[in-house]
């Protein structure tokens, strides 16, 4: 049953339990009244949830940004990575106070997983509580880290099982294909405890050649159902199989290189990655914040990229949180297939700033900073399974960088050696409005045209041209005009796709046109022909036709 009449009050950190002036009644677990506090405390009451034999687990999700929790006057322990639930089992009493202190973040990117803009006061809270009755022997984790050699690939299934009696039993643990009949994989654990004992023990399932996951437009979204079972308590988790590997040339998937049209987003939700769709883009970066797990479904279904933003502190690094943090998200969502990597992000890089048309900012990151070697450090202590990226944070530069009514658009362009942070080109266009819009739509295809292998875009939340205007600059097959030489111009078809892109480009520039037939192999940018552009010609447009699917690209002169 989900908890959900609580009292409130803002307290005093301390030690122990939290003492409180004045309760207050209140309907939501975040609170607004208590946005900015340092330290609030919530409490509740419930009765025994259980009908029969048994005992009861309770569930504390997005307990932000800092937790100390109490059942019954006795402390069960902190929690401080709101993106994993708070879960213990107990033996409830035929009435019961929960009592949770939570602390306000230390830094603006300690609350992840609790998305907000950056300028918003944070309200130290809870998402969801819940107590449910569950079995003497339940099993409260299943992570899954896959593994691969020569006799094949597997899973390894690491299972938490929290015994409320002696237990000397076996783990059942299988793995199917989704929409398939029949087990892809069989074993068993054995699993040995005491009464009251937590235990965590480790089972194996190969597959040989296993269907793989592919990101959209590249193949099928394969997926998995890993299960674990003991007596009636069971868990499940869902994966797919897939390798990824990053380089100079971009990230690769399955051995295939997948061009990255990148759309960020500071509050992700699933919709997020319908909105990417929406605007061709091939991957999602959650800004600061770790997504909720509907996202990483939608993004496993959907084939779309996921690169996960590591929560540091910007005013100086500790290597150890993220080595820890990181393990967290790997052990929480490292089993989605989508997941391309992880960022940690480098907000004290120094930048050149250059005005351009008065309005926008071409910046490149210069590197070489005690911050960056900070952060390569961090980056290092990573899981090895997915690259780690070193890139510079929206908050760097300009202040017009930082702000929510400004477009933030970068082109990566990194080296062999993932850590290394490689160049930056970065365009902040300030505005909302259809103008800014257009604006942007040039500097991304301006970054699409230099071959920039990871290309993103981070639209003004209250933009609402944002999807059109990436769109049309993510088109995965799309005409550029190549100016680069004094006195020639040449049409560039830039391919995405894994297939060959044939079909006719049409152009017009003023008073003249013509035709070109386009036949550009997968993955790659070719100069498909010269062109005569009159002097006087203010614009020129461009109509790419490819199996009866048409793009226009303008480009003012």
Not at 217 to 223: D, E, I, S, T, V
Not at 483 to 503: C, F, I, Q, R
């Amino acid at each position: 049953m989900e908890l959900r009449e609580w009292e409130a009050a803002v307290v005093d950190p301390a030690e122990g339990p939290p003492v409180a002036d004045e309760w207050v009644a209140i309907d939501s677990l975040r609170p607004s009244r208590f946005a900015g506090e340092h330290a609030v405390a919530y409490r509740t009451t419930f009765a025994d949830p259980r009908e029969g034999a048994g005992r009861a687990l309770l569930e504390l999700h997005g307990l932000s940004p800092r937790g100390r929790v109490w059942l019954n006057g006795e402390f069960l322990g902190t929690h401080d990575t709101p993106f994993t639930p708070f879960r213990t089992v107990f033996d409830p009493a035929s009435g019961n106070e929960l009592l949770v202190e939570c602390r306000a973040p230390e830094n603006r990117l300690d609350d992840a997983g609790v998305a907000s803009p950056a300028d918003e006061p944070t309200v130290p809270g809870i998402r969801r509580a819940s107590v449910e009755p569950t079995p003497e022997n339940t099993i409260t984790d299943l992570t899954i880290r896959h593994y691969a050699t020569d006799d094949g690939t597997g899973i390894n299934a690491i299972v938490t099982v929290d015994a409320g009696t002696d237990l000397r039993d076996r783990i059942t643990l299988s793995l199917r294909r989704a929409g398939a009949d029949g087990m892809s994989a069989l074993s068993r654990v054995g699993v040995t405890a005491d009464a009251g004992e937590r235990v965590t023990v480790r089972g194996q399932l190969t597959v040989r050649d296993p269907d793989r996951w592919w990101p959209r437009g590249f193949g099928a979204q394969n997926r998995y159902t890993v299960h674990a079972a003991l007596g009636e308590s069971e868990r499940t988790a869902r994966t797919g199989f897939r390798t990824v590997e990053s380089s100079s040339q971009g990230i690769s998937v399955n051995g295939t290189r997948v061009p990255v049209r990148g759309w960020c987003s500071r509050s992700p939700t699933a919709g997020t990655v319908e909105r990417a769709l929406a605007a061709n883009a091939t991957l999602v970066r959650p800004v600061g914040a770790v997504p909720p797990p509907a996202f990483y479904d939608a993004a496993d279904e959907a084939g779309l990229l996921v690169l996960q933003d590591v929560p540091l502190d910007p005013g100086g690094f500790d290597v150890e949180r993220p080595r820890r943090v990181a393990r967290t998200l790997g052990g929480t969502y490292g089993h989605h297939p989508s997941l391309a990597g992880f960022v940690v992000r480098d907000d004290a890089a120094s930048f050149e700033s250059v005005t351009d048309e008065g309005d926008r900012y071409a910046l490149r990151a210069t590197g070489g900073s005690d911050s960056a070697a900070t952060a390569s450090a961090a980056a290092a202590a990573l899981p090895d399974d997915v690259p780690a990226f070193v890139l510079p944070g929206f908050g760097a530069g300009p202040d017009e960088a930082a702000t929510t009514d400004a477009w933030v658009l970068d082109g990566y362009a990194g080296s062999d050696d993932p850590l290394d942070a490689g160049s930056h080109t970065r365009y902040v266009v300030p505005g909302t409005d259809r103008d800014a819009a257009a604006r942007a739509r040039r500097a991304l295809e301006s970054l699409r045209k230099s071959g920039r292998p990871i290309v993103t875009a981070f639209p003004p939340v209250a933009s609402e041209h944002a999807i059109d205007a990436v769109e049309t600059a993510f088109a995965p097959v799309k005409a550029f005009l190549d100016e680069s030489t004094p006195g020639e111009t040449h049409l560039v078809v830039v391919n995405d796709t894994p297939e060959p892109a044939a079909g006719d480009l049409v152009w017009t520039a003023g008073d003249a046109d013509g035709t070109l037939s386009v036949d550009v192999a997968p993955l790659s940018r070719d100069t498909v022909g010269e062109i005569d552009v009159p002097i006087e010609a203010r614009r020129v447009e461009l109509s790419l036709s490819i199996d009866g699917h048409e793009t226009t690209t303008t480009v003012e002169r």
